[in-house]
C-alpha cells in the first residue's frame, strides 16, 4: 500500500462504491483512482480481500483485458450514450417536464 491510502482510510461506504464501480463493465479504473486515489494493482488488491474466493475469480477474468476498464484500450473517448428521451438535469434535478 502506498503512503496515500495508509493517511487516507476507506469508509465501509467507499469500500461498496470501490467494489460497485470495479464490477461495473464501463467505468475505467481512471475513474476509480480519480475519485479515491485507488491505482488499479490496489482495487485488485481491494477485490481480492473483500470478495469471496470464487466472486475474486469471476471478477479477475471478467476484467482481465477489458477495454472498457482501461481508458487507454477503450475505443470510447469519454463518450456515452444518452437516449433522445433523457431528460436534462440542472442542480441534481431533474427538469420539468
Known amino acids: 500500500m502506498n503512503s496515500k491510502q495508509s ?3 476507506l469508509t465501509d461506504s467507499d469500500v461498496d ?3 460497485e464501480m470495479a464490477w461495473e463493465d464501463r467505468t475505467p479504473f481512471d475513474a476509480i483512482e480519480a475519485q479515491f486515489g ?3 494493482a490496489e482495487v485488485i ?3 481480492r480481500r473483500e470478495l469471496k474466493p470464487a466472486s475474486w ?6 476484467v482481465q483485458g477489458r477495454a ?3 481508458r487507454t484500450l477503450s475505443a470510447v473517448d469519454d463518450a456515452r450514450f ?3 428521451r433523457q431528460r436534462a438535469v ?3 434535478r431533474v427538469a420539468k417536464r
Open 90 to 92: 440542472s442542480h441534481n
Open 38 to 40: 485507488l491505482t488499479e
Open 17 to 19: 462504491r470501490i467494489i
Open 45 to 47: 488488491a481491494l477485490m
Open 57 to 62: 475469480r469471476r471478477w479477475r477474468e471478467r
Open 82 to 84: 444518452r437516449s433522445s
Open 68 to 70: 472498457t476498464k482501461h
Open 7 to 9: 493517511e487516507r482510510k
